[in-house]
């Protein structure tokens, strides 16, 4: 797969916009606006956000609050709660309720 290249038209958008000077992981998050920015959980110390111009559906990232140069500069109770399985940790793949994906809201839809 390294050796293939990927075809997402859609992220032309972002590619030949204009870029922000600031961090979108830093910023989106203050705003406040979680359904504007695609803030789909917060934890106490990450968040997930979904890829604006993703090249498979349903790409996320988790995100620390704290802004830190390298992933070993996180407090350990930061790097616990980001690392931690997904399973486990974030409502939309909770095993324990075997809820479906379909059926699953973002915080801000509740």
Not at 53 to 66: K, L
Not at 85 to 108: D, F
């Amino acid at each position: 797969m390294a050796d293939h290249r990927i075809w997402a038209p859609w992220s032309l958008e972002y590619i030949k916009g204009h870029k922000s000077e600031e961090c979108i992981l830093c910023s989106l998050p203050a705003e406040g606006d979680d359904q504007a920015n695609l803030i789909v959980h917060r934890g106490d110390r990450c968040f997930v956000i979904l890829n604006a111009f993703p090249y498979t559906n349903g790409h996320v990232m988790v995100a620390p609050y704290e802004h830190t140069a390298r992933l070993d500069e996180l407090d350990s109770a930061a790097a616990a709660e980001m690392m931690h399985p997904p399973s486990a940790r974030y409502a939309p793949w909770s095993a324990p309720t075997a809820r479906r994906a379909t059926t699953w809201a973002p915080t801000w839809a509740r």
